[in-house]
């Protein structure tokens, strides 16, 4: 089974609700201003956007309202009750810049170099998500001297060091707990 099949699946969708719970708790945005983070990754106004692995969308909606109606967002998960769930919160914050998207960031089937920055924000590390399959689909996905933003909680030394020897990013450095690098 391949990980979108795996993101139909009863079992994994009911396994993954609490999960769902905490990310959306009240504790972690009283710990964790997802906007001061966003931040911390330069998301600008008008940018496209590729936000692997929304989970239930804690940042989604704060990054749609940042990069505004010239942005373009594109949310991806293969878990189909967290789509389901992120798409009835961009539907009735009546958000017109989001696709949210039921796939595997492996391989997003997004066009080349269509994409000014990544999010990955929560994602790293996830056995679902190995870096010598990802990074290179990011960049191919990424403009040239477009962005990649890490959010690591809690934060795994390998993975900078990991995204660095990749040769495919340089790191230009880290803002509210977000690593920044640009495409090479
Ligand atoms: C810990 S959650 C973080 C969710 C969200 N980014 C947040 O911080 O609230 C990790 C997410 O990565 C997603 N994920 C796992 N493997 C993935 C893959 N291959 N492609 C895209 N997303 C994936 C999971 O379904 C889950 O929603």
Redesign the pocket.
């Known amino acids: 089974m391949n990980?979108e099949e795996l993101?139909n699946s009863k079992f994994l969708n009911l396994l993954?609700k609490p999960?769902g719970v905490m990310?959306?708790s009240r504790l972690r945005r009283w710990l964790m201003n997802p906007v001061k983070t966003l931040r911390g990754a330069g998301i600008q106004p008008g940018q496209t956007v590729l936000?692997?692995?929304?989970?239930?969308?804690?940042?989604t909606i704060p990054a749609a309202e940042i990069i505004g109606d010239q942005g373009c967002l594109v949310a991806?998960?293969?878990?189909l009750d967290?789509t389901k769930r992120v798409s009835k919160k961009v539907q009735s914050a009546g958000l017109k810049n989001v696709r949210v998207v039921k796939?595997?960031?492996?391989d997003t089937g997004l066009d080349t170099a269509s994409m000014e920055m990544v999010l990955l924000?929560?994602?790293l590390p996830?056995p679902?998500?190995p870096l010598n399959r990802?990074l290179p689909e990011m960049h191919r996905i990424l403009k040239p001297e477009g962005s990649l933003a890490v959010?690591m909680f809690p934060v795994s030394g390998w993975v900078p060091k990991s995204i660095l020897q990749s040769g495919l990013f340089t790191f230009v450095g880290k803002r509210n707990g977000v690593y920044n690098y640009r495409r090479c």
């Not at 936000?51 to 940042?59: K, Q, R």
């Not at 991806?76 to 878990?79: A, C, K, N, V």
């Not at 796939?103 to 492996?106: F, G, K, P, Q, V």
């Open positions: 990980t993101g993954f999960a990310m959306q936000e692997v692995g929304c989970g239930t969308g804690y940042f991806m998960d293969p878990l967290y796939r595997d960031a492996l924000f929560g994602v996830f679902s998500l990802l959010w």
